[in-house]
């Protein structure tokens, strides 16, 4: 069992920054591969940036490629996504995942990652013109 609760979601205006935060408890923290996903009003949920347990490897959605960074303290049982240059259409509930696997690929291509069973409730993130 894993337990996840996010937090740092708000409003903010186009341009803005936000970072918000997924602590975990139930399980060894560190052997987890984590991601974030958001779910905007009438839309499914999508995969927005995820980060490998052992080695720090990251991937992210193309549509937040070098806008969002996301990254871990194991000490902390945290995991992060920094937020920035945010638009419109990043309006979502951001969720995070612990992830059932992230596999490296190399020059194959992109990881392979698979969602596991365990979310968090949600942080509403609205973006304001």
């Known amino acids: 069992q894993v337990q996840l609760v996010e937090s740092g979601g708000g409003l903010v205006q186009v341009g803005g920054s936000l970072r918000l935060s997924c602590t975990a408890s139930?399980?060894?923290?560190?052997?987890?591969?984590m991601g974030w996903f958001r779910q905007a009003p009438g839309k499914g949920r999508e995969f927005v940036a995820a980060i490998n347990s052992n080695d720090g490897a990251t991937y992210y959605a193309h549509y937040v490629k070098d806008r969002f960074t996301i990254s871990r303290d194991d000490a902390k049982n945290t995991v992060y996504l920094q937020m920035n240059s945010l638009n419109l259409e990043d309006t979502a509930v951001y969720y995070c995942n612990a992830l059932r696997e992230y596999q490296n690929r190399g020059a194959a291509g992109p990881p392979r990652i698979r969602i596991g069973d365990y979310w968090g409730q949600g942080t509403q993130v609205t973006v304001s013109s």
């Open positions: 139930g399980r060894t923290f560190g052997s987890l591969p």
